[in-house]
Nanobody, 115 residues
Framework: QVQLVESGGGLVQPGGSLRLSCAVSGSAFRINTMGWYRQAPGKERELVAT???????NYAESVKARFTISRDNSKRTVYLQMNSLKLEDTAVYYCHVLDGFQSYWGQGTQVTVSS
């Protein structure tokens, strides 16, 4: 059984920073793409950033130059460094992993940007 455990969410003021982490446990040994999505109240879930095992990154336009995705394959962990946070970044952030053809989601971590 595969589990994704997220951490690092919280409350931050506009302009602040947070770092999210997502660790994969269980029988996931063909991890390809790792990434982050988010869902704000009343909105659909949207892609934030993804990073395939082959390298490269993909970001939503709204977070480019502010967010950075990275991964540590030895720890099966993906990170999301979020800088210059804005009010509109408030959402539940979900970790996503593609292991072979299997898709897994984390439970979500709340990020609230508020003054």
């Amino acid at each position: 059984q595969v589990q994704l455990v997220e951490s690092g969410g919280g409350l931050v003021q506009p302009g602040g920073s947070l770092r999210l982490s997502c660790a994969v446990s269980g029988s996931a040994f063909r991890i390809n793409t790792m990434g982050w999505y988010r869902q704000a109240p009343g909105k659909e879930r949207e892609l934030v950033a993804t990073m395939p095992s082959s390298g490269g990154t993909n970001y939503a336009e709204s977070v480019k130059a502010r967010f950075t995705i990275s991964r540590d394959n030895s720890k099966r962990t993906v990170y999301l460094q979020m800088n210059s946070l804005k009010l509109e970044d408030t959402a539940v952030y979900y970790c996503h992993v593609l292991d072979g053809f299997q898709s897994y989601w984390g439970q979500g971590t709340q990020v609230t940007v508020s003054s």
